[in-house]
């Protein structure tokens, strides 16, 4: 007797169950909340919480009582990871879900410190725990290394100085060749400041929760999501290529705060006016 399977190339789903929600689970909104962490500590999107609470924009404020789930039976996958392929990147991935998995959500549920990823790379893709992954690094640049494990768990990354050193000499290749490129995108002129993780009561983390302390020299700017979303990769006329992952109070309109590693590098930014292209 023959079996008819389906194969999708690259996804790897582990288990199915069903589970019927009795009720709908409420969040009350917490001072410094943004919509975006609510949703990644609740394994939800914020398109799926904006849904629920028949939402407009993003904002919400403190003592606002918010739907995570609907009142009704869904059927939810214990596990589901996806197999990095050759040419694969975090934006093209968010695409084959429909757009229902953002960047954002593949970086924070991946505890991804950029949107650099490699080749056999396993991805958890519905914020379960990722697996261990074992991946070659497949450039030019840098020799292939067999058999590294890295191992995750549900509050940290660890991994070797040998592994962090050989990512950044990839990332510096990649920067290197973009840079000789012209940006493609949607371009707007912003005013522009400068900020350090190390400032007096800075905890380090942004608002989508990636640790700049343990990442200082990370390409990162704040950003207003209602005009460049969180999540996108952009391209900042002379900072460079960057991920907008944080947002500030201050920060609204077409302004941006570009994080570097020092006080004094941020003092010779300065304030100026800067192009900034959305690429993704």
Same mark, same amino acid.
Not at 37 to 45: D, E, G, L, P, V
């Given at each position: =007797?023959?079996?008819?399977?389906?194969?999708?190339?690259?996804?790897?789903?582990?288990?199915?169950?069903?589970?019927?929600?009795?009720?709908?689970?409420?969040?009350?909104?917490?001072?410094?909340?943004?919509?975006?962490?609510?949703?990644?500590?609740?394994?939800?999107?914020?398109?799926?919480?904006?849904?629920?609470?028949? =939402?407009?924009?993003?904002?919400?404020?403190?003592?606002?009582?918010?739907?995570?789930?609907?009142?009704?039976?869904?059927?939810?996958? /214990?596990?589901?990871?996806?197999?990095?392929?050759?040419?694969?990147?975090?934006?093209?991935?968010?695409?084959?879900?429909?757009?229902? !998995?953002?960047?954002?959500?593949?970086?924070?549920?991946?505890?991804?410190?950029?949107?650099?990823?490699?080749?056999?790379?396993?991805?958890?893709?519905?914020?379960?725990?990722? !697996? +261990?992954?074992?991946?070659?690094?497949?450039?030019?640049?840098?020799?292939?290394?067999?058999?590294?494990?890295?191992?995750?768990?549900?509050?940290?990354?660890?991994?070797?100085? +040998?592994?962090?050193?050989?990512?950044? /000499?990839?990332?510096?290749?990649?920067?290197?060749?973009?840079?000789?490129?012209?940006?493609?995108?949607?371009?707007?002129?912003?005013?522009?400041?400068?900020?350090?993780?190390?400032?007096?009561?800075?905890?380090? !983390?942004?608002?989508?929760?990636?640790?700049?302390?343990?990442?200082?020299?990370?390409?990162?700017?704040?950003?207003?999501?209602?005009?460049?979303?969180?999540?996108?990769?952009?391209?900042?006329?002379?900072?460079?290529?960057?991920?907008?992952?944080?947002?500030?109070?201050?920060?609204?309109?077409?302004?941006?705060?570009?994080? !570097?590693?020092?006080?004094?590098?941020?003092?010779?930014?300065?304030?100026?006016?800067?192009?900034?292209?959305?690429?993704?």
């Amino acid at each position: =007797m023959k079996k008819l399977v389906t194969l999708i190339v690259g996804f790897i789903v582990i288990g199915v169950s069903a589970t019927t929600v009795s009720a709908a689970a409420d969040y009350e909104v917490k001072k410094g909340d943004s919509l975006w962490a609510i949703a990644r500590n609740n394994n939800t999107s914020v398109e799926v919480l904006m849904d629920i609470n028949d =939402m407009h924009s993003t904002t919400i404020y403190p003592k606002q009582v918010l739907k995570i789930t609907k009142e009704e039976a869904v059927e939810t996958a /214990e596990a589901a990871y996806y197999k990095v392929q050759p040419g694969d990147t975090l934006s093209e991935i968010s695409k084959k879900y429909g757009g229902n !998995v953002t960047v954002s959500n593949l970086m924070a549920w991946n505890n991804l410190a950029s949107d650099f990823i490699v080749v056999g790379q396993q991805l958890t893709v519905n914020g379960a725990t990722p !697996v +261990e992954n074992t991946a070659e690094l497949e450039t030019q640049s840098v020799e292939a290394t067999e058999n590294e494990e890295v191992h995750t768990s549900e509050e940290s990354v660890a991994v070797t100085e +040998e592994k962090v050193e050989e990512v950044e /000499e990839v990332e510096e290749a990649k920067e290197t060749v973009a840079q000789d490129s012209e940006p493609e995108g949607r371009t707007i002129a912003v005013e522009s400041t400068a900020y350090t993780a190390h400032c007096a009561g800075c905890s380090g !983390v942004t608002a989508t929760g990636i640790d700049l302390r343990a990442n200082p020299n990370m390409k990162l700017i704040a950003v207003d999501p209602n005009v460049i979303p969180l999540g996108s990769k952009v391209y900042v006329e002379g900072y460079g290529y960057a991920v907008a992952g944080d947002t500030g109070g201050a920060i609204r309109g077409n302004k941006i705060d570009v994080h !570097v590693p020092t006080k004094d590098e941020a003092y010779q930014w300065g304030r100026r006016t800067v192009n900034v292209t959305i690429v993704d």
